[in-house]
């Protein structure tokens, strides 16, 4: 049997081994990710995201055990734009693998940033295709900080989790615009810490001074102490909901849209770029260009929108 | 006067200004890069990386006290990928600056992740060559973590010096491949700390099990307490010694082209992609497209590989 076909039965194995081949980008992995691409779209992607020590991890095994009372599969993807320099990511998953049971009911994996050569957002986003395709339900994206790189990772979710703690009071201050963009739902965690009430209340006043129209979504906050599971229920609630808010009003499928049109785009665009550079190869005499660049005569900027000019008229 | 003549004049606020035009890209920006990329190519570009809490800051402070001693001028780039929302690199600067004498023989900026539209790495090298255009001697860039955006960053610098502390002995072990790679010189920081000279031992170790050939530059690795200003000369020192090293080997100059060719890549691949996606606007029916690949008729791959195929058959 092939390691497709054995994905295809529910070999975890062949998952995993299917998830390295596309994380290399392997000769053929993209032959590969078009047939998993057929196959997928039925599993929910949830991120969760905000910054280091917030106990992002806690709240996702706590959402696991949500899901797995209700049957479903779940698929988790950590990712860790700092790691594997600070070993979050990778060391944390052994130890959480542990917590629960085997079988193909909860599947781990970490994203390390140094094998994604060139992308982690679109590595990050080729494996939850691969997590859907074997068929998981609900595949949970777990990502430190709010960078572009989460950003564009947060991209690919239907639902956004913004996990701040009462210590990130001063931080959650200056980047309160950047934060209510991304977030569908906030989460308050560590909240029998000092200061979480007034954080709480705080993000309450800032959302409501937030112009919005009738009928649109109301970015709940919700206290959680997720080491003591409390709350997280309450969590698990509110992602339903929101789903179920976004299916009713049309949201759900235009954001996925949107996210495939932007994945043709890239596809197109990488498939040019490599194609363009290799044509330019031979013809253009890089070593005179760089000498005059290096002596002020010129810079990158003409240079390139000569070369761009030239190579339009030859086309 | 403008700000460009005010800013040839050595004005700080015209820097300031210009850095910002540039961040932002306003309209316009790239004719004002490459005028001040004639200009530069002068500074030395040091690049700090390492993970978050090994003191790189106060490491950096330590080297530029040693770069005014011989009256250089300095100009300091603080990347944080994970910035705004940790607030490190932002809520630091403030402090940082008052630690040194105004009058512009010291600069400092920091990147905010969220401000840099598309490409922190590109934004850095762009505010690097503003400051070099503007006459600082030296770029000091500080970036936290070793992901694949500061690897970019580290990539426009002439040293790379890779700051660690004994509590980083787990992650060091498991990254020890990549860390070789990108360090021209190891810092072991907090070196007044338990497990220090392990941690030094250790990496010694791995460097000379390297293979290498003979002439070959021989990574240090040096013990410093940069809170007490130990060993920062050393450090100082060592950082001298690598640049003469390149120079003399023809190393210098080789790696500075290979920049500029990339960068002339970057650049033409960026104008390309945005004329080819506004050239299939309005000829592709994306909709009918979208529609068969949420069916699971056909995939973002297959698409793309169609519209390709069909783009170099008109043009």
Redesign the interface.
Known sequence: MTTLEKFYQGDIRALSRIISFIENRTSGY??L???L???A?RALRIGLT???GGGKSTLVNGLIHEYLKISQKVGVIAVD???????GA??GDRVRMNEFPAGGEVYFRSMA??G???G?ASATGNVAVAMDAFGFDVILIET??????ELDIIDTCDVVVVVIVPESG??VQ??KA?LMEIADIFVVNKADRPGAEKLAINLKQTIQTKKKKDGDWNIPIIQTVAINKKNVDLLFDKINEYIAFIKDNSIF?AH??QQ??K???N???N???IE??SG?EGKVD??Q??DD??K??????????E??QQFKKI?
Chains 1, 2 share one sequence.
Do not use: C, W
Not at 144 to 149: I, S
Not at 296 to 305: D, L
């Open positions: 993209r032959d990710l078009g047939r691409y057929e196959k779209g905000g910054p280091p734009p700092t790691s594997p320099f600070t070993g990778l060391l940033t140094r994604a050569s060139g982690l430190v900080g709010v960078g572009q790189v001063d931080a200056t980047m950047g499928f996925r849209r495939i049109r994945k043709i785009l596809i197109l665009s498939r040019f770029r363009f550079i330019l890089f070593d260009i760089i660049i290096l002020g005569k010129t810079n990158p900027y003409k240079v390139s929108e070369m761009y086309s």
